[in-house]
């Protein structure tokens, strides 16, 4: 093979993903999906009950009811899951559920 061609897969070789402008792109359409989910879901919860198969007769938690309720529950609860995991891995310097890198080689 020539210099050329090889010249050539290295410019092939390159994604859209590699530029820094378009990763900034997508990221800038991400935060506006999401301030549109957030929009939505703030205009209907004043509309409509976001339990339409709850009858009247049973109660709701008010909590339930407020806007991006949902979304905020399962952001702490998937930072809690990751504090948890960490606190899990090591207690106080000791190692819990995490082993050394020789610890089948030490036996």
């Known amino acids: 093979m020539s210099k050329g061609s090889n010249k050539k897969n290295k410019i092939e070789d390159v994604g859209w993903l590699d530029q820094p402008t378009n990763v900034k792109r997508l990221i ?6 999401c301030g ?3 929009l939505a879901d703030f205009i209907f919860s004043f509309g409509w009950h976001k339990h339409a198969a ?3 007769d049973q109660s709701l938690h008010g909590v339930e009811t407020l806007p991006a309720f949902y979304g905020i529950y399962g952001f702490v ?3 809690g899951l990751v504090y948890l995991s960490k606190l899990m891995r090591s207690w106080n310097g000791k190692n819990i559920l995490m082993r050394d890198e020789d610890y089948w080689e030490k036996k």
């Open 77 to 79: 609860a998937c930072v």
């Open 54 to 56: 709850f009858g009247e």
């Open 28 to 33: 800038r359409w991400f935060y506006w999906l």
């Open 36 to 38: 549109l989910v957030v």
